[in-house]
């Protein structure tokens, strides 16, 4: 079992920056693959970001590359998403998750189930 409490959120002009935290209890974290995800209202959940176990791979989804940086400590069972030059289109909240998978890379993270979810952070973006 693993639980997820992200932090970090909050309200930022565009072109701030703003860096999430997601804290993981348990002693398996370093097993898992992490993932940031967003929803924006009367959106879907979209993947944002992605690192494996080892945290050798990122993923990003391309509206975020070059401004969005995942990144994770396994010895103090947290991953970040630092997140530069925001943009109103990226108010949303922003959830955390945890996985295993057999696979890595964009089109893995988007096709499979997370195994664990956030309650998520408020992310807001204003002009």
């Known amino acids: 079992q693993v639980q997820l409490v992200e932090s970090g959120g909050g309200l930022v002009q565009a072109g701030g920056s703003l860096r999430l935290s997601c804290a993981a209890s348990?002693?398996?974290?370093?097993?898992?693959?992490m993932g940031w995800f967003r929803q924006a209202p009367g959106k879907e959940r979209e993947f944002v970001s992605a690192?494996?176990?080892?945290?050798?791979?990122?993923s990003y989804v391309d509206s975020v590359k070059g401004r969005f940086t995942i990144s994770r400590d396994n010895a103090g069972n947290t991953v970040y998403l630092q997140m530069n030059s925001l943009k109103p289109e990226d108010t949303a909240v922003y959830y955390c998750?945890?996985?295993?998978?057999?696979?890595?890379?964009?089109?893995?993270?988007?096709?499979?189930?997370?195994?664990?979810w956030g309650q998520g952070t408020q992310v807001t973006v204003s002009s």
């Open positions: 348990g002693r398996t974290f370093s097993r898992y693959d």
């Open positions: 690192i494996s176990w080892s945290g050798a791979s990122t």
């Open positions: 998750a945890a996985g295993r998978f057999d696979c890595a890379g964009y089109g893995c993270y988007t096709t499979n189930e997370w195994n664990y």
